[in-house]
């Protein structure tokens, strides 16, 4: 199934993301045929969590500074509780993610993801869901929030946590597919 055939995908991080969280999207992506590439702040590697401890380092394809949502056709933001606080105290992620909205892209965050979302000031009349303890702060951020596995609105998919990985791969597929102009 090359449906993503031609299409680059960012996914953002930092250290301390949920590992299922970027790896299973990353391997359904590039088995659909995207071409992924791993963003960050940091410049070689960045720690993976598993189970609240510190797990793999992953190679960072692109740093932060180098890369531009223009050369992108869709942004992934996994989750975990560490990575998206950092990224919604960087200015430059929280520029390079509303890059993207501001672009009419397809945007999939799962579990805490959305928190960088709120920073970038893109869930106000937005349904989407997250990991529970981030709901409030999407009510308040003006985002529409519901308890279901995927969520898509506007191009932007959402998914609570690592149990919801089948559907949320499975919609993110699609959304990028169907969000991307044929090339």
């Keep these: 199934m090359e449906i993503l055939k031609n299409r680059k995908i960012a996914i953002l991080t930092e250290n301390g993301f949920e590992e299922s969280e970027l790896i299973s999207p990353k391997r359904a992506l590039e088995e659909a045929g ?3 590439h791993i ?3 940091q410049k070689d590697k960045v720690r993976a969590m598993k189970d609240h401890e510190w797990s793999e ?3 960072v394809d692109v740093t932060l500074s180098e890369a531009k949502a223009e050369n992108y056709d869709g942004l992934l933001l996994p989750g975990g509780v560490i ?3 950092q990224l919604r105290g960087n200015k430059e992620a929280v520029k390079f993610v509303k890059d993207f909205f501001d672009a009419g892209k397809p945007v999939a965050a799962i579990c805490h993801g959305p928190q960088t979302l709120i920073e970038a000031g893109v869930v106000k009349g937005r349904k989407m ?5 981030v709901k409030t702060d999407l009510l308040n951020a003006g985002g529409n929030w519901v308890d279901e596995e995927v969520v898509t609105d ?3 998919t959402t998914s609570r946590s690592p149990e919801d990985l089948p559907a949320f791969n ?3 597929v699609k959304e990028f597919a169907a969000g991307v102009p044929q090339h």
């Design 129 to 133: 869901t997250s990991f529970p303890s």
């Design 39 to 41: 963003i960050s702040p």
């Design 170 to 172: 499975a919609k993110i």
């Design 57 to 59: 380092n992953y190679s």
């Design 154 to 156: 506007q191009g932007l």
């Design 83 to 85: 990575n998206p606080d």
């Design 34 to 36: 995207a071409t992924v």
